[in-house]
């Protein structure tokens, strides 16, 4: 299927009588794209915070609403034995989310159409430890509470959620600490109208944009506005191929100014809850001494950010 160039120098909303015209970069959404890419097995690391907890609550809505895997697994180097007892409850949350009644079983959970599990690994590196997990039992999604820092305390302290995202290949959705996200913990009622994907010849977008239609597709209520912000001259804008979907509106917004603050003001300026980035990780020293490009706009997003790496030609 052929793709298309899009150039706007203006915000452009397809209506939906375009839909003709515009068929030939159109194709069908599914949890598996043409890439490949999947977004049904996840994996929760949790460091049993109330800020793992919301992250917790976007892990189990979408694991229910793509009928697929969640395992949940803490790493504490300094315990050598499990502690269940401090994990998230799951037929709890879904009870809060009524789901399911108070004295459901666990059976009862699996008739919702979604496994979930729990692991543990001590005495181990917390990073490694996860790392040594998804080599093992393998991660399409991985969902994480993050810590928000930028310039030299990023560099110093680093990041837990940024070392295992930047050393696998599965997408990862960071929630900053502090931040609602798109899902409710207490109702597990979705909220998403607005997302912004920031778009560039490099790294190419296209994986980024099925990754978030998808999402959209299984977890979204309602139409959802999809914000393509290309920054810089309009020429370079990427050509990208559309996924059909019935909830994604797209819209083409082209500005100007410095990658990261221009990223942060659209996503404040429209209130978006979710931003979705393509990323090559660390490219030579500067990046890691001050994050790639993505790792700073989670420093400041107000929002959960979506990330997926560039696959390699």
């Known amino acids: 299927m052929a793709s298309s160039m899009y150039r706007r120098t203006a915000e452009v909303l397809f209506p939906a009588e375009f839909g003709a015209r515009l068929s030939f970069v159109i194709k069908e959404p599914g949890m598996r794209s043409r890439y490949g890419l999947s977004i049904s097995n996840l994996l929760h690391p949790t460091d049993f915070s109330h800020g793992s907890d919301v992250a917790f609550a976007h892990a189990l809505r979408i694991a229910l609403d793509t009928r697929g895997s969640l395992e949940i697994l803490h790493v504490d180097r300094h315990r050598s034995k499990a502690k269940w007892d401090s994990y998230p409850s799951v037929r709890d949350t879904l009870h809060k989310w009524n789901l399911l009644d108070r004295e459901a079983s666990r059976s009862d959970v699996a008739h919702l159409g979604v496994h979930i599990s729990k692991s543990a690994s001590t005495g181990v590196d917390p990073a490694q430890g996860i790392l040594d997990h998804i080599e093992r039992r393998g991660a399409d999604l991985i969902v994480l509470a993050t810590h928000r820092r930028e310039g030299f305390d990023r560099w110093l302290k680093g990041s837990l959620a940024e070392t295992v995202a930047n050393r696998t290949e599965a997408a990862t959705l960071f929630v900053p600490y502090g931040v609602p996200g798109f899902v409710d913990l207490e109702t597990g009622k979705v909220s998403l109208q607005r997302v912004l994907i920031p778009v560039d010849q490099e790294p190419a977008p296209q994986l980024i944009i099925d990754a978030t239609a998808a999402l959209i597709e299984s977890v979204a209520t309602e139409p959802v506005e999809v914000r393509l912000l290309h920054i810089g001259d ?37 209130k978006v809850q979710l931003i979705a980035m393509a990323t090559n990780g660390h490219d030579g020293f500067l990046d890691a001494l001050r994050g790639s490009t993505t790792e700073r706009v989670l420093g400041r997003a107000e929002c959960p950010l979506l990330s997926v790496h560039q696959l390699d030609e």
């Open 234 to 270: 309009p020429a370079g804008t990427p050509s990208v191929t559309l996924p059909h979907s019935t909830k994604c509106r797209w819209q083409w917004v082209t500005q100007n100014g410095d990658v990261v603050d221009t990223i942060c003001r659209d996503a404040s300026q429209n």
